[in-house]
Structure formats: structure tokens, C-alpha cells
């Protein structure tokens, strides 16, 4: 199930079995939330089966930031991390089996990993592909225009496009449901005529 973690963090055995024993297996339905904006994270999660998103409330309106699919450790790094309020809520999509696991745990994990130049070097590569994420999502909404952005999901994350319903998807790129119609309706009409 971790081998996912395991190819990326290539932990001796012994301290693998160790860390893997400390995760908790949940099953939640869709809608459930995870962590609420503005509380303190005490908990990451590893997703088995489902999707989630991190979201935030803009003057009243839901507006998704990121998604987090099969394969994925996900929180609030920055709250889990500093103990600081978090900026984002997350939420299950879909009914999910999440692997939940408490900071004290990760902490000690982490205390590991610094000592191991090379666990440690790999753990800050994969923090570093989230920021990434991030720059290049924040990116796109300064020189991308909305069907740039898009036709870059499809490409980049066809899954997201086949699971997520169709308001996540426009909140993400940061338009309405009725733009991201006329959008997907003259992709396919360019399709057509090509």
C-alpha cells in the first residue's frame, strides 16, 4: 500500500515497517472535512482510493486551490509544520480510504530523515514539488488564460478532469461552471472542425 513512500524514501526495513505501523487507516465519505481553515493541522494523511482538495473561503466563496489524488501525502505543511492556523480547508470528493497520521509521529520520522543526508535530500526534493505545484498553478492564473489553463489540466491531470465534479474544476481555475461550459464547448468545436 506505501509503496509509493517507500520508492521515494528508500528507508531501511526496519525503519519503514517502524513508520508505517504508526498510520491509522480511515475510510470517510465524500464531503467529509479534514482540517477546517483557520485550525491548527495535527494530522497528515496518505490517500489509498479517493480525491480530496484544499480550499479556501474568499469573502463567502469556495474557491479550490489544490487536488490531492491516490498516491498522495497531503496537509496543511505550514500549520502541521509550525503550528500556525491553517489557510485552507481540506475535504474529501470522494468516498476515501485515508492512512492518517499524528505530527508528533512524523516529527520523529523527520528527525530521522535529517540525520540520513540522502532521506533528507529526497524529503525536501518532494516538499519542493509541492511548492512547485503551487508557483506553477499561481503562474498560470498571471499569464494563462482560462482555457489555457484548461486544456494544461487535461493534459497534465486527465483524472481530475473524469472525477472531480465540473464547480470544483472551475473554482480551481478560477472561473464559473457556466464559463468553463462555453470553454469546454469550444474546445470541442475546434476539435470537430480540425
Given at each position: 500500500m506505501f509503496e509509493h513512500l517507500k520508492d521515494r524514501f528508500p528507508?531501511?526495513?526496519s525503519k519503514y515497517a517502524a513508520f508505517v505501523k504508526d498510520f491509522n487507516r480511515m475510510e470517510v465519505p465524500?464531503?467529509?472535512i479534514l482540517l477546517?481553515?483557520?485550525?491548527?493541522?495535527l494530522n497528515a494523511y496518505y490517500i489509498e482510493k479517493g480525491i480530496a482538495r484544499a480550499w479556501y473561503n474568499n469573502d463567502g466563496k469556495d474557491v479550490t486551490f489544490q487536488f490531492f489524488m491516490e498516491n498522495t501525502m497531503f496537509s496543511s505543511l505550514e500549520s502541521f509544520r509550525k503550528g500556525l492556523p491553517s489557510m485552507v480547508s481540506f475535504e474529501t470528493i470522494e468516498p476515501?480510504?485515508?492512512w492518517k497520521i499524528d505530527k508528533p509521529t512524523v516529527d520523529k520520522v523527520l528527525a530521522e530523515i535529517y540525520e540520513d543526508p540522502k532521506l533528507r535530500d529526497l524529503f525536501m526534493d518532494s516538499v519542493f514539488e509541492r511548492t512547485f505545484d503551487y508557483m506553477k498553478h499561481f503562474f498560470s492564473f498571471i499569464k494563462d488564460s482560462p482555457q489555457q489553463r484548461y486544456l494544461n489540466l487535461?493534459?497534465?491531470?486527465?483524472e481530475i478532469i473524469k472525477r472531480v465534479p465540473q464547480h470544483y474544476?472551475?473554482?480551481y481555475l478560477g472561473i464559473t461552471t457556466v464559463h468553463l461550459s462555453r470553454i469546454k464547448?469550444?474546445?470541442l468545436k475546434e476539435e470537430q472542425s480540425s
Open positions: 528507508f531501511p526495513k465524500a464531503k467529509t477546517k481553515e483557520n485550525e491548527v493541522s476515501c480510504i485515508l487535461t493534459k497534465q491531470n486527465p474544476i472551475a473554482s464547448s469550444k474546445i
